[in-house]
C-alpha cells in the first residue's frame, strides 16, 4: 500500500477506536478547546508530546521547531505562545528539550546543515556564550547534554520575555513556565527545576539552573 493511503486507514482505525471508548470526544473537540498546556518542543520525531506526555486530542497545544527554540521576534512562536497564553488562557507553557538533538550536535560538531544553520544561528551563539567551560567537557556527548539542557534554560527566559506572558503576569494571572528534558534511550521525561510564574522570579532562578548545568553550584548539588 502506498505510504499515504497507510497514513489514512491508520486514521481510520484510530478514529474508530476514539469513538468507540468515548462517544462524544469529537463532537466536544469540534465545539472548543481548553487544554491545560502549550508545549515547546524540537521537531524531532521522536518526541511527540501527545505521546510521550500521554495525552489526548484537545489536551496539549504544540508548537515545535528545530531544537526547540523560542527566539523573540520568531512570529510562528510568539504566535503559538499568544493564542495559547492570551486566548486560551492555558495556565503552563512548557520548553521541553531532549538529549541528542540532532539541532545541538550540529551546533557542537560543526556539521553543516544548509538553511538549519541560519535557524540555529541563537543556539551557536549560546554555545559560543558558555564555550571556555563547555570544551573543559571532554566527551562530546555529554557536552552535547549540557548544552541541550542550557537551551531550554535559555528558551525558558526568552518565553518569560515575550509580551504575551509578561503581560498575563502583569495583569494577575499567573501562567507558569517549565523546563523538561526528555531522554531517547529510557522514554522519561526530566523536570530542569526552573519552573517560574512571576518576572521577579526569572533571573536568580535561571541562573541558579545555568549554574547547575555548569558545576558552578556554591553549595556542591
Ligand atoms: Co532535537
Not at 557542537?108 to 544548509?114: F, K, N, R
Not at 541541550?148 to 518569560?160: A, D, G, K, P
Not at 530542569?192 to 549554574?211: F, K, M, Y
Amino acid at each position: 500500500m502506498e505510504p499515504i493511503n497507510q497514513l489514512i486507514q491508520r486514521n481510520r482505525h484510530w478514529a474508530q477506536r476514539v469513538k468507540r471508548d468515548n462517544p462524544t470526544l469529537f463532537e466536544e473537540l469540534a465545539r472548543g478547546q481548553a487544554p491545560d498546556y502549550i508545549w515547546i518542543g524540537c521537531a524531532d520525531s521522536r518526541d511527540p508530546p501527545n505521546v510521550i506526555a500521554d495525552l489526548g486530542p484537545g489536551e496539549i497545544f504544540v508548537h515545535r521547531n528545530v531544537a526547540n527554540l523560542a527566539v523573540p521576534g520568531d512570529l510562528n512562536c510568539m504566535s503559538a505562545i499568544y493564542f495559547a497564553v492570551v486566548v486560551l488562557k492555558v495556565p503552563h507553557v512548557v520548553v521541553c528539550g531532549h538529549y541528542r538533538c540532532g539541532g545541538v550536535e550540529a551546533v557542537v560538531e560543526d556539521q553543516p546543515l544548509g538553511v538549519v544553520d541560519r535557524w540555529l544561528h541563537p543556539l551557536s551563539q549560546l554555545y559560543d556564550a558558555h564555550r571556555l567551560k563547555l570544551d573543559r567537557i571532554e566527551d562530546i556527548h555529554e557536552r552535547e547534554d549540557r548544552l541541550c539542557e542550557l537551551n531550554v534554560i535559555h528558551q525558558v527566559r526568552n518565553v518569560c520575555s515575550m509580551p504575551a506572558v509578561r503581560d498575563a503576569w502583569t495583569h494577575g494571572r499567573k501562567p507558569a513556565v517549565h523546563g523538561l528534558m526528555y531522554r531517547l534511550d529510557d522514554g522519561l521525561l526530566h523536570d530542569l527545576n526552573i519552573s517560574v510564574n512571576a518576572t521577579e522570579q526569572v533571573e536568580d532562578t535561571i541562573r541558579a539552573a545555568i549554574d547547575r548545568v555548569l558545576g558552578d553550584d556554591a553549595n556542591g548539588s
